[in-house]
């Protein structure tokens, strides 16, 4: 069965400093999406970044980056350069068919 | 006009109330999806539209009854709920094949008293 784990409740981070959300996952499928979402206060789920089972490359988007390490079955996703705004629930996800499943998300808080 | 939108925001509900939420996606996406978020607890898949039909129930009680009358709209009819059923209910949108993101809305808060 497919499971994605995320083994920090919560993380603290200095504003302007890099920090790295983990991310495992558990699949037999070839092919399969990983993505981070992001949750504000406000719930809204917000894409930050998408990882294909197949591309060769880590992702980067902006600030984002996954470090996809395939044989280790790991996502993680690491935010540079902190902001205040960063503050949120974080979600690994993996698709896989039709369906998305969630790990347990991860509170970020940046300190000013 | 915002990819995903749910209706409403907020909504409390008596046990004995029938009340529905709606999504519609202005997307062009062909799979629609309800998620249920509980506190400290994962997000929860509920259902799976394709296409209209729905493909995913994931073994959710029957007082939560799914209508997808187009790609574009999905709705979740609530009847005789439970106060254990109060959550964010998000919606969310994507194409029906591959591997893409999925779209959510903003989320419906659901109180049950």
């Known amino acids: 069965a497919q499971k994605i784990t995320q083994t920090q409740p919560g993380m603290f981070v200095q504003e302007k400093e890099a920090v790295t959300l983990d991310c495992t996952y558990d699949?037999?499928?070839?092919?399969?999406?990983l993505f981070w979402y992001k949750q504000p206060s406000s719930g809204e789920m917000i894409f930050l970044i998408y990882?294909?089972?197949?591309?060769?490359q880590n992702a980067t988007e902006g600030r984002y980056s996954l470090n996809f390490q395939k044989a280790r079955k790991s996502a993680n996703l690491v935010i540079s350069a902190s902001q205040l705004g960063d503050s949120a629930m974080y979600f690994c996800a993996m698709r896989y068919g039709n369906k998305l499943v969630f790990g347990a998300g991860t509170i970020l808080r940046v300190k000013s | 006009e915002t990819g995903v939108t749910q209706t409403p925001r907020h909504l409390v509900m008596g046990m004995t109330n029938k009340k529905s939420l709606k999504c519609e996606q202005h997307l062009g996406h062909n799979a629609m999806y309800w998620y249920k978020q509980s506190a400290k607890k994962p997000l929860e898949l509920m259902f799976v539209y394709n296409f209209k039909e729905q493909t995913e129930n994931n073994s959710v009680p029957s007082r939560f009854s799914p209508e997808c009358p187009n790609s574009s709209h999905l709705f979740l009819h609530l009847h005789t709920l439970q106060p254990e059923d109060s959550a964010l209910y998000l919606c969310?949108?994507?194409?029906?094949?591959?591997?893409?993101?999925?779209?959510f809305g903003e989320g419906s808060r659901l109180t049950v008293l």
């Open positions: 969310a949108s994507s194409q029906a094949s591959g591997t893409g993101e999925l779209f």
């Open positions: 699949t037999s499928d070839p092919s399969y999406g």
């Open positions: 990882q294909g089972s197949y591309d060769q």
